[in-house]
């Protein structure tokens, strides 16, 4: 069975940095695509960035291009999401998603219901 564990969350200043990690388990192949998505309360779940099985698709949501960074580490199984220059606004659950064969995260918006198999989530809040 497919499993996304996230980790990497926690609290942290405004202006700091944290690099959660997604490690998938169970995908019968290395054609997956991981999308990062995050939620706060009162709000709906937000794409923050998305990247494809063969890494030559990367996307991110308008509210963290410049500032967040995907990375894909195949030999194991590792997707990151690098996490500078936090604004309390940042705050939320953030989750890891995984959809096979990797189709998905080739558009213009990272959209939940295009994804297969989701992780629980970890805390990140940023805060003085």
């Known amino acids: 069975q497919v499993q996304l564990v996230e980790s990497g969350g926690g609290l942290v200043q405004p202006g700091g940095s944290l690099r959660l990690s997604c490690a998938a388990s169970?995908?019968?192949?290395?054609?997956?695509?991981i999308g990062w998505f995050r939620q706060a309360p009162g709000k709906e779940r937000e794409g923050v960035s998305c990247?494809?099985?063969?890494?030559?698709?990367?996307s991110y949501g308008n509210s963290v291009k410049g500032r967040f960074t995907i990375s894909r580490d195949a030999a194991k199984n590792i997707v990151y999401l690098q996490m500078n220059s936090l604004k309390p606004e940042d705050t939320a659950v953030y989750y890891c998603?995984?959809?096979?064969?990797?189709?998905?995260?080739?558009?213009?918006?990272?959209?939940?219901?295009?994804?297969?198999?989701w992780g629980q989530g970890t805390q990140v809040t940023v805060s003085s």
């Open positions: 990247i494809t099985s063969s890494d030559v698709r990367i």
């Open positions: 998603a995984g959809e096979a064969p990797g189709y998905v995260c080739y558009g213009q918006e990272i959209l939940d219901f295009e994804y297969d198999y």
């Open positions: 169970g995908f019968t192949s290395d054609a997956y695509a």
